[in-house]
């Protein structure tokens, strides 16, 4: 049987899988949808057990059947998943309750001025690479010792989707460079190590995992997981690491000045770097590789916005509801959005930022809404490119990934405003397409140099649309400080915090 290599990630709204040979020739596809919890504003939780493991169950016994349909046998595999997220756990690795969720989920903005006051916001830049903010899992550590002092006494292990994947696959306590790099403030950035001070005082009793790289072995399919799942008992598990970083590994951004623009539920944009500087309002981290690392930052909302208004809308299908907003002309006939639908992480800590539709009259339908919700996100975009710009990013290239580039509208709109074209991969399956490519140089199968993706087409930008864009960004750069105040007010009022 010919060797095949396993990749599945576990998203914010969907898990999939993919099957490939080790020169990347994709064998089999599989994709299980799941919900997203969001109990109260600024709340976003994952069951772990029902969402992550299921989805990862699911799919790998229905790839393993379509592995064995083509005479191939599966002999490695890697998990990636959304991130940073917390998982406490147990001891044995048993979740102590849902996971928090990174950036969308801003419950811990006390927890993020308190240690930022203790620790002073100088020290956790230089040391971990990131300011504090929602995207931190320091805080949220700190939030449930806070609220749920009986989940706190028990927990024992800080887990994320791939590594509590790992850790049912092969029994072992691990995590990778890249997430721990965003378990803020506890890593530092600079040696690749955990700092065991700050982690002692502000995660007291917490054992923290053994460190690896995302393409590290960690470990082998025990015979239970392989009972459950029906992967071969024994097959090498890779450490995988967060979604947006392995989906940028698959379209081939490892080098210093590329690019990744993540189309998804929320809007990733990371870059590769040969050396780090840590810049305010954007995360330093380390990168999948010893030696790399990355600048990036991502707004808590994009494609989640249009999911919302197609809810609202009574589920019409969404290649109508983009046939609608492509018939609008750039500027949505005078609609501007602020997609703080919920808060915002990129720039700087933003969680009681609010969504915001200005400009709306009774002759604007839904097609106008659901354009302004994609040209927000372009201009959300802009100011990331911006501020890698003046931290010294050089954006040699930009690649477009993610499920927002099946369609030609939302890439148009984010060149258009920002003036630059971006590729579009040949495979633009999303992080399972990087997680397998790991796991085959996991397995010794490829090399550490590997790359499996091509571009197969450009994005060009319409250069006479940009005077009308750059009009529209400055206003959009001018609504946040102008509403500030009330805005602030609002999300208070919904978290109870404010009474009239």
């Not at 954006?395 to 890439?411: H, I, Y």
């Not at 590729?423 to 996991?442: F, K, N, Q, V, W």
Request: aromatic share 6%; charged share 20%.
């Amino acid at each position: 049987m010919s060797e095949l290599v396993l990749g599945i990630d576990i998203g914010t709204s969907a898990s999939k899988g993919v099957v490939a040979t080790p020169d990347g020739t994709i064998v089999a596809v599989a994709e299980r949808p799941h919900l997203l919890s969001l109990p109260r504003p600024g709340w976003a939780k994952h069951d772990a057990e029902a969402v992550w493991w299921g989805d990862f169950v699911a799919l790998c016994q229905e790839l393993v059947v379509r592995a064995h349909q083509t005479g191939g046998q599966i002999v490695a595999l890697c998990v990636s998943g959304i991130g940073p997220t917390l998982l406490a756990a147990d001891a044995n690795g048993q979740p102590l309750r849902p996971a928090i969720l990174y950036g969308i989920d801003s419950r811990s903005t006390r927890e993020i001025a308190e240690l930022t006051e203790r620790y002073g916001a100088d020290a956790i830049l230089a040391r971990g690479g990131t300011l504090l903010s929602s995207q931190a899992i320091g805080p949220k550590l700190a939030w449930i010792r806070r609220n749920e002092p009986e989940v706190w006494a028990k927990t024992r292990q800080l887990l994320m989707a791939n590594s509590y994947i790992v850790e049912r696959l092969t029994g072992e306590y691990i995590l990778d460079h890249h997430s721990a790099s965003q378990v803020d403030p506890l890593y530092e950035i600079q040696t690749n190590h955990w700092a065991d001070d700050w982690a002692t005082e502000v995660a007291p009793g917490l054992e923290l995992p053994r460190l690896l790289w995302p393409g590290d072995i960690a470990g082998w399919v025990t015979a239970a997981a392989a009972a459950e799942t029906g992967l071969t008992p024994g097959i090498p598990v890779a450490a995988g690491s967060i979604d947006a970083w392995v989906e940028a590994l698959s379209v081939d951004v490892r080098d210093p000045g590329d690019v990744m623009l993540m189309y998804g539920t929320t809007l990733m944009v990371v870059e590769i770097v040969d050396r780090l500087q840590p810049y305010p309002g954007l995360w330093g981290t380390t990168n999948l590789f010893p030696g790399t690392h990355s600048l990036s930052t991502g707004l808590a909302t994009s494609g989640a916005l249009t999911t919302w208004l197609r809810e609202l809308a009574g589920r019409p299908p969404f290649e109508q509801l983009v046939s609608e907003a492509a018939a609008v002309a750039p500027g949505a006939d005078g609609l501007i959005v602020l997609p703080y639908f919920a808060g915002e992480r990129a720039d700087r800590p933003r969680g009681r930022a609010r969504g915001m539709i200005l400009g709306l009259t009774l002759s604007h339908g839904r097609g106008h809404v659901y354009r302004a919700f994609l040209e927000a996100s372009g201009f959300g975009v802009r100011h990331i490119v911006e501020t890698l710009r003046e931290a010294g990013a050089t954006q040699r290239r930009l690649v477009a990934v993610g499920g927002g580039t099946q369609g030609d509208l939302w890439p148009q709109i984010v060149s258009d405003i920002l003036g630059r074209p971006q590729e579009i991969p040949r495979e633009t399956i999303g992080a399972s397409y990087g997680d397998a490519l790991l796991a085959a140089m996991a397995a010794g199968l490829v090399g550490q140099s590997t790359r499996w993706n091509a571009p197969a087409a450009i994005v060009q930008p319409v250069p006479t649309r940009a005077p009308l864009y750059d009009m529209l960004y400055e206003t959009y750069r001018s609504l946040y400080p102008a509403t500030r105040q009330q805005m602030h007010l609002l999300a208070d009022l919904q978290l109870g915090r404010t009474t009239p």
